[in-house]
């Protein structure tokens, strides 16, 4: 198995007496998932757990049949969904291609992410790449009724219909979505669009591995079988209540020991760019899974060394409630060697004959002791590569890890009562029919 937690820099800030304090805490939050279950909060979304052995096979099927398709009939691949229904997709694609996936795409479609925002300037971007082009549109919503991705899908679908008339252009939308309810899904049928299944069991940031991100995730040429082989090796390895070696459990307890320590912010940290949108999925996946009844760690990123001349000055030396986990990889996907030059007027000569990987490797170990002696815990998680394999893997340990630490936070990890409350404003300030009341008080706020 690739994926190995590195506690060696944690010594000075989480002893093993501290582990074990926490062990039959942990034990119980992990059994919350299995044993425990019936009374587990949010117990009806744990359909990720199995996920990666008890999946759809004949979707997954239609999933590379549909992905072969858009391969053959489709230069861009127009993805439209928020949250949950793109970070995860979006992630995989720069994890296993790159972050320049579309600039470096050859024999697989561009794959553009729409819906994710309500910026007209970002639409339109992505209207006028795809206006003159062959596409095709994967609209993903578990709801059916989120405001962001209908905005983009009402244009898109018009698009699609100006351009290859109604019959084809219902050939070309693939949405994926509730089994049975939801705007979206009404539609799909009436149209007679393709459909996957969001499980209802499984919520938005934990579907990354049901046809919400494999469809774009097999557009993009990625191996979906390796990916699902690496998360269904991870759940062999960290289905175990022995908690103290299971990593999964570590991690969760190291988070809620360093939280109950003060430290109340994590950042996740890689030194591959590609990583960036990895980031950005951790980010949802934490944030949105511990952050409620005001507790919880508040999960930010950085990719190093390029932060490191930004945010470096304040993880050295400023607010000291931060601690990092740093997503290290053995091998890079390529490498490059620094030449001797006869002249070193850069005086770079020292490092001739070296590999870049190597020099970003020394960064990160002189990163990790000096934040760990400014005070800044260092959790590292390391992989083999950059691959599907790898990436199912962490998938999966990173999801339940979540699930384990905000069981033990004592938060319901699968809910989101939060992110109602701009929908609600924003919905009553646009006028939406019901929201009257809320739309007096609002005006009169905004008006003082
Ligand atoms: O994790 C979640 O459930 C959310 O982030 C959702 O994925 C996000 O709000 C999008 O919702 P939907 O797929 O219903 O459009």
């Known amino acids: 198995m690739a994926l190995k937690l590195n506690c060696k820099y944690l010594a000075d800030f989480v002893s093993e007496d501290d582990i074990k304090a926490v062990e039959d805490e942990t034990r119980s939050a992990y059994n919350k998932l299995y044993g425990d279950k019936a009374s587990a909060a949010g117990n009806d979304f744990h359909g990720w757990l199995t996920l990666p052995v008890d999946y759809d096979k004949d979707e997954f099927a239609r999933i590379k049949k549909a992905a072969s398709k858009i391969i053959s009939d489709s230069d861009v691949l127009v993805v439209i969904g928020i949250g949950g229904s793109y970070l995860g997709a979006r992630a995989a694609i720069e994890f296993c291609k790159s972050k320049n996936y579309n600039l470096t795409a050859k024999g697989t479609p561009q794959i553009f992410f729409a819906g994710n925002s309500l910026s007209p300037t970002e639409l339109s971007e992505i209207i006028s790449i795809c206006k003159d082009k062959d596409f095709s549109v994967n609209v993903i919503s578990k709801s059916g009724t989120t405001t962001e991705p209908a905005v983009a899908f009402r244009i898109f679908r018009k698009m699609l219909v100006e351009k290859y008339g109604e019959k084809e252009a219902a050939k070309r939308i693939y949405a994926t979505t509730d089994r049975a309810k939801g705007t979206l899904k009404e539609l799909s049928d009436r149209e007679g669009y393709e459909t996957f299944v969001v499980p209802d069991d499984v919520g938005g940031r934990y579907s990354v591995l049901t046809a919400v991100g494999l469809l774009p995730i097999a557009v993009a040429g990625i191996?979906?079988?390796?990916?699902?082989?690496?998360?269904?090796?991870?759940?062999?390895?960290?289905?175990?209540?022995?908690?103290?070696?299971?990593?999964?459990?570590?991690?969760?307890?190291?988070?809620?020991?360093?939280?109950?320590?003060g430290k109340a912010f994590e950042m996740m940290v890689s030194y591959e760019p590609d990583y960036t949108m990895m980031n950005e999925w951790f980010k949802q996946l934490f944030g949105e899974s511990e952050g409620k009844d005001h507790k919880g760690i508040f999960p930010a990123s950085a990719i190093y060394s390029t932060d490191l001349h930004s945010l470096g000055q304040y993880v050295q030396q400023g607010e000291r409630k931060l601690f990092e986990t740093v997503v290290v990889f053995d091998k890079p996907k390529c490498d490059i060697t620094i030449e001797e030059d006869a002249e070193n007027l850069d005086g770079l000569n020292f490092i001739a004959g070296k590999t870049m990987s190597y020099v970003n490797s020394k960064a990160f170990q002189g990163t990790v002791l000096a934040?760990?002696?400014?005070?800044?815990?260092?959790?590292?998680?390391?992989?083999?590569?950059?691959?599907?394999?790898?990436?199912?893997?962490?998938?999966?340990?990173?999801?339940?890890?979540?699930?384990v630490s905000g069981y033990m936070l004592g938060v319901n990890p699968f809910n989101q009562p939060g992110v109602e409350s701009y929908k609600k404003n924003m919905f009553a300030l646009l006028g939406k029919p019901g929201y009257e009341e809320l739309a007096g008080t609002l005006a009169e706020r905004l008006s003082k």
């Open 371 to 403: 934040h760990s002696d400014g005070d800044v815990p260092n959790i590292i998680l390391e992989l083999e590569t950059m691959d599907e394999y790898n990436l199912g893997e962490l998938i999966y340990f990173l999801e339940k890890s979540c699930a």
């Open 223 to 261: 191996d979906i079988d390796r990916l699902m082989l690496g998360a269904a090796d991870a759940m062999k390895k960290y289905e175990n209540d022995d908690v103290l070696s299971n990593d999964c459990c570590r991690y969760a307890a190291i988070r809620n020991i360093l939280y109950r320590k």
